[in-house]
C-alpha cells in the first residue's frame, strides 16, 4: 500500500514547470515535514533519474524554496 508521501515522492517526477516545484515545496512543508519525510525527500532529489535529468531545474528550485524555511532544517 502506498503512503500519502510515497505519493507526494513519487509525484515529483512530474514536476516539468516552476509552479509545479513551488506547489510540491508547498505541499511538503505542509504534509510531509519531519524526519522521515525529509530523508526520504533527499533520496529522491538526489537520484535523480539519468532519464529524467531535464528534473535536476526543478528539483534545485525546491532544495534552494525548502533551504528558505528554518522548519525544513531540523
Not at 29 to 44: A, P, Q, S, W, Y
Amino acid at each position: 500500500a502506498k503512503t500519502p508521501l510515497d505519493e507526494f515522492l513519487r509525484s515529483l517526477y512530474d514536476c516539468f514547470s516552476k509552479r509545479k516545484a513551488d506547489d510540491a515545496c508547498e505541499e511538503f512543508c505542509m504534509k510531509f515535514n519531519d524526519k522521515k519525510g525529509r530523508t526520504r525527500l533527499i533520496e529522491v532529489l538526489f537520484n535523480c533519474p539519468r532519464s529524467k535529468l531535464e528534473l535536476v531545474p526543478r528539483f534545485c528550485r525546491i532544495v534552494a524554496t525548502l533551504d528558505q524555511y528554518p522548519a525544513c532544517k531540523e
